[in-house]
């Protein structure tokens, strides 16, 4: 289980550019097919832009042809939390970092095998940290 960062708004504010806060504090979202990693390939871990925590394997990356970085899973389920959401006139399920509560994206019921979900997630909430070449 990650441990758990708490912060004042005021910290965030100070910590994150104002994309950043507004996507991970305020459950902002990212314009499709605009962001850092929606097309990006490279091999390696994905953090938690706010926090650092480790949340996604690019090996689990695919593309979802939605404009947003897609993974078909976590790469720990205690990393991040699902959360009913309600907003907007819709139902959907919400996706956070445990560690910090920072707003990522969205889980779908529409992605590739093993799991056949589909984590669509704000490239402002993460940040890419490349393997280390052997």
């Known amino acids: ?6 912060k004042t708004e005021e910290e ?3 910590i994150l550019t104002p994309e950043q806060f507004h996507v991970l504090r305020e459950k902002g979202t ?3 097919f605009t962001g850092e990693y929606w097309n990006h390939k490279e091999t390696g871990i994905y953090r ?3 926090c650092g925590e ?3 394997d690019s090996s689990t990356k695919f593309d979802a042809h939605c404009g947003w970085p897609s993974f078909y899973d976590s790469l720990d389920r205690s990393k991040v939390r699902e959360i009913e959401d309600f907003s907007h006139g819709m139902h959907r399920v919400e996706v956070v970092c445990a560690a910090c509560g920072g707003h990522l ?11 056949g979900m589909r984590y669509c997630i704000n ?3 993460i940040k890419f940290e490349p393997k280390p070449e052997s």
Request: with cysteine.
């Open 30 to 32: 990212e314009r499709p």
């Open 12 to 14: 965030w504010q100070g």
């Open 1 to 6: 289980m990650s441990q758990k960062i708490e």
């Open 54 to 56: 480790e949340l996604f």
């Open 105 to 115: 994206g969205h889980i779908f019921p529409d992605g590739p095998r093993p799991t």
């Open 123 to 125: 490239s402002v909430s």
């Open 48 to 50: 938690c832009a706010a």
